[in-house]
């Protein structure tokens, strides 16, 4: 039989006190977070008749998933980053604020500080065997106008499916690179198509995935920050199309109109006209940004990255 102590006033007193409002000290708002936490942890333990040996597990399993940085992972795999961004659709539909590429979700992999050029860049260093990529578009406002001087700052992973930094193995800031949109707004990247990936297989938020009976695969994509004054800073990414994981992407960033074309081509002479031998990759996306009513709307979120300081 169940006892249910957490709507006692003995035991919301109790966690008053744990969470500090018995003293003028520390952070308001962190008192108030860690208060409902508590409160709602308890709540759950009472109500799903949670075991002292399942929760001694779960406080293991926060162990091993912090030990291995994998909470990041987890908030994406488990849907919460993709609710924030459903959560801020709401509040920019709540603003009157319409239109514009759609955004999703940052994941945990970006680092800051990438290399910055004019109009065009080059990602990768040539030790990687992937299919060449050539990438352009334009960034335009939300009038359809292209805006010269905006930043796109893109990111993807290698054809083994990792990350530079995370990745020792690969140069410093390989595939990563910022670029600055010329007089009509474009933006050309020459890279490689990146693959798909999977969580860890021994990793604690594949572990978690297994016991949902679920899979922790994500489809081939890009990452970007695209951002330029008087505009909303826009994070998204773009998924490739044809790739199995498309619509069944683990940590639900595809959404509709963030599917990009690829084309790849066979033609030599094509290839030739690149300065490039065999089979490439085109993709053309542009994107689209709303305009800003007040000046923090231009800077991306806050949060904890890499080389970030």
């Known amino acids: 039989m169940t006892v249910k102590l957490s709507q006692t006033e003995?035991?919301?007193?109790?966690?008053?006190q744990a969470s500090g409002f018995d003293n003028d000290q520390g952070n308001p708002r962190m008192k108030a977070l860690v208060n409902r936490i508590l409160l709602d942890t308890v709540k759950i333990i009472e109500d799903l008749d949670v075991t002292t040996e399942e929760f001694w597990?779960?406080?293991?399993?926060?162990?091993?998933?912090?030990?291995?940085?994998?909470?990041?992972?987890l908030v994406a795999g488990l849907?919460?980053?993709?609710?924030?961004?459903?959560?801020?659709?709401?509040?920019d539909e709540a603003a009157g604020y319409s239109?514009?590429?759609?955004?999703?979700?940052?994941?945990?992999?970006?680092?800051?500080?990438?290399?910055?050029?004019?109009?065009?860049?080059?990602?990768?260093?040539?030790?990687?065997?992937g299919t060449v990529l050539f990438l352009q578009g334009q960034v335009l406002d939300a009038d359809g106008q292209p805006i010269a001087g905006a930043t796109v700052d893109l990111w993807h992973a290698n054809t083994n499916g990792t990350y530079s930094y995370?990745?020792?193995t690969q140069s410093e800031f390989n595939l990563r690179r910022r670029i600055i949109t010329?007089?009509?707004?474009?933006?050309?990247?020459r890279s490689i198509v990146p693959s798909g990936y999977g969580c860890p297989p021994d990793g604690p938020t594949q572990e978690l995935l297994d016991s949902l009976?679920?899979?922790?695969?994500?489809?081939?994509?890009?990452?970007?920050?695209?951002?330029?004054?008087?505009?909303?800073?826009?994070?998204?990414?773009?998924?490739?199309?044809?790739?199995?994981?498309?619509?069944?992407?683990?940590?639900?960033?595809?959404?509709?109109?963030?599917?990009?074309?690829?084309?790849?081509?066979?033609?030599?002479?094509?290839?030739?006209?690149?300065?490039?031998e065999g089979r490439?990759?085109?993709?053309?996306?542009?994107?689209?940004?709303?305009?800003?009513?007040?000046?923090?709307e231009e800077a991306r979120r806050d949060r904890v990255r890499a080389l970030e300081g």
Do not use: C
């Open 10 to 16: 003995s035991v919301q007193q109790f966690f008053k």
């Open 57 to 73: 597990k779960a406080v293991d399993y926060l162990n091993r998933l912090g030990s291995r940085q994998e909470a990041g992972l």
């Open 79 to 91: 849907g919460v980053e993709h609710y924030l961004d459903l959560l801020l659709d709401a509040q």
């Open 99 to 129: 239109g514009g590429t759609p955004r999703t979700i940052e994941g945990p992999l970006y680092v800051a500080g990438a290399p910055l050029s004019q109009g065009e860049a080059r990602m990768d260093d040539g030790t990687d065997p």
């Open 166 to 168: 995370f990745d020792s």
């Open 182 to 189: 010329d007089s009509e707004g474009r933006y050309r990247a």
């Open 213 to 276: 009976g679920r899979h922790g695969n994500r489809p081939a994509h890009i990452h970007f920050f695209i951002s330029a004054p008087g505009h909303r800073h826009l994070t998204t990414q773009i998924n490739l199309s044809g790739d199995q994981y498309l619509w069944d992407d683990f940590a639900y960033a595809t959404r509709e109109g963030l599917v990009a074309d690829v084309r790849f081509i066979e033609d030599a002479a094509a290839a030739d006209a690149r300065g490039i």
């Open 280 to 296: 490439f990759a085109e993709i053309d996306f542009d994107f689209q940004l709303q305009a800003a009513a007040k000046p923090d």
